[in-house]
């Protein structure tokens, strides 16, 4: 198979979206499409290589997956015992433990299925995961496991035949990614056999399945065409789009117009591609990607906090110079091994076995153990009382549960009934739903009925699709008829509203309508503005290691306003004041997380029973008086 060093250029493109998009460059929004143009590239050499070796006679099933072991396990392996060393000492016994699963799942090449499995939305913070990166790496490698069987069990059929069922697989494939991205984002997203056809889409090039292009200028055109749908996705597409579906197709078609038109001869995108710096950082990485994700999440755990741009500068070049040590000293060796006997199948196989033993076997370890709680004295982390309270999988719906799901007032009403009381309903996601246990408290004394109307990720916006939620369109939608068949007066709505900021969900206009809407049928509205949210994932954990009582809050000011200006004419509540003090030299508050009664919240941000009484009892003057004029 000839060098082609665009490739390595097109590498270049793909790691650095994936690189800049994580250290949280706005401008790169859709920049994880990075990982979709890897896949391209990856098809297409795996398909080169099979290809060339059975057109020569030469396939072999044991030299094809020692060559993926010396390409990719050895790097990879170096990154997760250094990640796990580094966990060792720095994440905390929950912490370890989970990380510890993610390990043994990582080093079986099932990363991506555990997380499809352990994803929900209390399920810990996503980006404070060290290994979450890994999820692509387990379906490049389910993928190298099942794509040469297929190829060896059509051999005898010739390419013709090889190409129509690939072309076959790519369909279905991308048939099932379009339909479970819409009621199974999650599957979509992490499993193979939706994602199957990115990887194809690369092997049927390499196979000829696409006839070569002749003319200079239509070459021309297809790489800059290729080019513009990379670039239009890295900076088009945001976390809130439905991905991979449809959209896919933009950065995934883009890597194959650029890489098919290579074939033919130079363009002028291929010129710009084989830039030595351009090249090199395509050499560097795979390297790159398997240790950026834990320097910076390691890094983000150290200052317990969203780093600075100065901070992410020093942090990109660090990772740089680990990236290029990593090519240079275990990639580059281990791929040109220099005795016969390190070409050995059955000694490749048998050492690469032990080391996968070893670190699953450590995985195994951390699991067993709880995390080792051991390496710390007088560590005693308490159990923290609110979710049990929130009425999981009746009144607030789980993403797999339908609308109708919600078994009405009667079973939803938090605290006794009230004769002849006006009703009030509790809408939102779970950032309203961790009001309940403070709402039980003072139930009694509220003149009004209250009514939990709560679902996971659905903030309270009529006619807005939640990618990542399938059902909550309809949910909201709902709201209507659950207003009008309950008598409902008085409407609270609470959201993280700074989540949906951030992934660009939060349609401001969209939610304008929904507040006027209810204004105009005499509804008093409430709105909860966004209690804090902390990068620690448990806060006695935090209390313990860092020694401190206060937090810095990830979400300030800034997350409020726009919600503020949306919702003009509903009484807004700044929740946040009763923990948090603004501090003169951060832009983030700084917030109490306890007092001598208990902590306040129970996770990164939901409050505790004890927080959610306290905020409860502090707001509930509010609650009795919605001033429909606020705002105006």
């Keep these: 198979m000839t060098y082609r060093p665009d490739i390595d250029g097109l590498r270049a493109v793909s790691i650095l979206s994936v690189l800049l998009f994580h250290a949280k460059f706005s401008l790169f929004s859709g920049g994880y499409i990075g990982v979709d143009v890897f896949f391209v590239i990856s098809g297409y050499l795996i398909g080169s290589i099979v290809l060339n070796d059975a057109q020569r006679g030469t396939f072999s099933l044991a030299d094809f997956y020692v060559r993926r072991i010396r390409r990719i396990l050895p790097a990879l392996f170096a990154a997760l015992a250094v990640t796990a060393m580094l966990a060792l000492f720095l994440l905390s016994p929950q912490e370890l433990k989970s990380f510890s699963q993610n390990l043994a ?18 399920e810990n913070a996503a980006e404070m995961n060290p290994l979450l990166h890994t999820w692509s790496l387990g379906v490049e490698q389910q993928f190298y496991i099942v794509f040469p069987l297929a190829v060896l069990a059509l051999l005898p059929y010739g390419r013709r035949v090889w190409i129509a069922v690939l072309a076959a697989a790519a369909a279905a494939s991308f048939a099932l990614g379009v339909s479970l991205v819409r009621d199974h984002p999650v599957a979509a997203f992490y499993l193979l056999p939706p994602r199957l056809w990115e990887l194809v889409l690369g092997a049927l090039l390499a196979f000829g399945a696409v006839p070569d292009i002749r003319g200079r200028g239509v070459r021309e055109l297809a790489c800059a065409l290729g080019a513009a749908l990379i670039l239009a996705s890295v900076f088009a597409l945001t976390e809130a789009t439905a991905f991979p579906g449809y959209a896919a197709l933009l950065p995934c078609l883009g890597a194959a117009l650029i890489i098919h ?29 398997i240790w950026h994700w834990p320097l910076m999440v390691f890094a983000r755990f150290y200052k317990g906090r969203d780093l600075s741009t100065k901070e992410t500068l020093v942090l990109l070049a660090a990772i740089a110079a680990v990236s290029v040590l990593s090519w240079r000293l275990i990639e580059v060796p281990f791929r040109k091994p220099r005795s016969e006997s390190g070409r050995r199948p059955s000694r490749v196989f048998a050492r690469t076995g032990w080391v996968m033993a070893g670190l699953a076997g450590v995985g195994l370890l951390g699991h067993l153990s709880n995390g080792l709680p051991q390496r710390f004295t007088d560590y005693a982390p308490q159990d923290i009382s609110g979710r049990e309270l929130y009425k999981e999988h009746t009144c607030f719906l789980e993403t797999d549960q339908p609308p109708e799901a919600w078994p009405g007032m009667e079973n939803c009403r938090i605290g006794s009934l009230k004769a002849d009381a006006p009703a009030a309903l509790l809408w939102g996601d779970s950032f309203a739903a961790h009001y309940v246990p403070g709402l039980q408290n003072v139930a009694d004394t509220l003149p009004f009925n209250i009514v939990q109307y709560t679902a996971s990720g659905c903030p309270p916006i009529k006619d807005l699709p939640v990618t990542a939620r399938p059902n909550c369109q309809e949910f909201n939608n709902r709201v209507d008829e659950i207003i009008d068949r309950n008598g409902i007066r008085i409407v609270i709505m609470a959201a993280r509203w700074e989540w949906y ?31 804090p949210v902390f990068r620690f994932r448990n806060p006695y954990d935090h209390t313990y290691f860092m020694k401190s009582e206060r937090a810095y809050s990830i979400t300030g000011q ?47 941000g939901h409050f505790s029973a004890h927080g959610s009484t306290l905020i409860v009892q502090s707001i509930q003057e509010f609650l009795r008086a919605p001033d429909p004029s606020h705002g105006e």
Excluded at 109 to 120: A, E, Q
Excluded at 261 to 289: D, E, K, N, Q
């Design 105 to 122: 799942a990582t080093t079986l090449f099932s990363s991506n299925i555990v997380y499809y499995l352990k994803s929900g939305y209390f």
């Design 261 to 289: 038109a290579g074939r033919s001869g130079p363009t002028a995108v291929g010129r710009v591609l084989t830039l030595r710096p351009m090249v090199f950082i395509g050499l560097i990485s795979y390297s790159m990607y």
């Design 501 to 531: 900021m951030d992934t660009n969900a939060l349609d401001l206009r969209r939610l304008h309508e929904t507040v006027d809407a209810l204004l105009n049928r005499g509804i008093r509205i409430v709105v909860l503005g966004q209690s």
């Design 558 to 604: 800034a997350a409020d306003q726009p919600v503020i200006t949306a919702t003009r004419g509903a009484r807004f509540v700044d929740t946040s004041d009763y923990f948090c003090d603004p501090d003169p030299c951060k832009d983030l508050p700084l917030c109490r997380i306890r007092d001598d009664q208990g902590f306040y919240f129970l996770d990164q």
